[in-house]
């Protein structure tokens, strides 16, 4: 079975950068679309970026400009930079591809402030 490891995560200031990592065993992410995921307290998870197998990439209106998705296919792992962070971006950090879901993983915390 699938599974999906995050990591990176962490405390950082207001206007700072951060970046996570999604790892996952075997080699399935290189055939498929990527998202990564975020859930704060008391919201749903909600997307917010997204990256095709062929690269091409959709972010949420609250991430654009801010956020960059990429991948690493033979290291089978996809990344999320996440720049000019804001408190509301505070939320733990999933990777997943669309629906039908994989397994979730545990997540990663980023917490930003001061």
């Known amino acids: 079975q699938v599974q999906l490891v995050e990591s990176g995560g962490g405390l950082v200031q207001p206007g700072g950068s951060l970046r996570v990592s999604c790892a996952a065993s075997?080699?399935?992410?290189?055939?498929?679309?990527m998202g990564w995921y975020r859930q704060a307290p008391g919201k749903q998870r909600e997307l917010v970026a997204f990256?095709?197998?062929?690269?091409?990439?959709d972010y949420a209106d609250s991430v654009k400009g801010r956020f960059t998705i990429s991948r690493d296919n033979p290291k089978n792992t996809v990344y999320l930079q996440m720049n000019s962070l804001k408190s509301e971006d505070t939320a733990v950090y999933y990777c997943?591809?669309?629906?039908?879901?994989?397994?979730w993983g545990q997540g990663t915390q980023v917490t930003v402030s001061s």
């Open positions: 997943n591809k669309q629906p039908p879901f994989l397994p």
């Open positions: 990256i095709t197998r062929g690269g091409s990439t």
């Open positions: 075997g080699s399935i992410l290189s055939a498929l679309g």
